[in-house]
């Protein structure tokens, strides 16, 4: 699978951004799609991830300001960021990873995703 992420950007605190990431290639059998984000400094983290059955789980630093939103007709997954702020600061990577025997709740971490964007900058200024 590859995945090609667009719409990162400059925007002042307060303001939103839209991330979208398009899939292809063998696209059957994905389970889980998300966002992960790296700041300078600091380790990948997950930001919002969606399962092929509609759950979906967001960090709690992202909670009420992100939105995402996955289409499996289109294969693109993409995130809908209001409120912005400084700290949401990072380069943004959309992923994708197949069923694995790991339960929902695990999705949260970058090991279990085999497919990554390219990675897209956003940058929240003060």
């Known amino acids: 699978v590859q995945l090609q992420a667009s719409g990162g950007g400059l925007v002042q605190a307060g303001g939103s951004l839209r991330l979208s990431c398009a899939a292809s290639?063998?696209?059957?059998?994905?389970?889980?799609m998300g966002w992960f984000r790296q700041a300078p400094g600091k380790e990948r983290e997950f930001a919002a991830i969606v399962s092929s059955g509609g759950t979906i789980r967001y960090a709690d630093s992202v909670k009420g300001r992100f939105t995402i939103s996955r289409d499996d007709v289109q294969n693109t997954v993409s995130l809908q960021m209001n409120n912005l702020k400084p700290e949401d600061t990072a380069v943004y990577y959309c992923a994708a990873g197949k069923r694995t025997q790991y339960t929902w709740t695990a999705y949260i971490r970058p090991s279990l995703y085999d497919s990554w964007g390219q990675g897209t900058q956003v940058t929240v200024s003060s």
């Open positions: 290639g063998r696209t059957f059998g994905i389970y889980a």
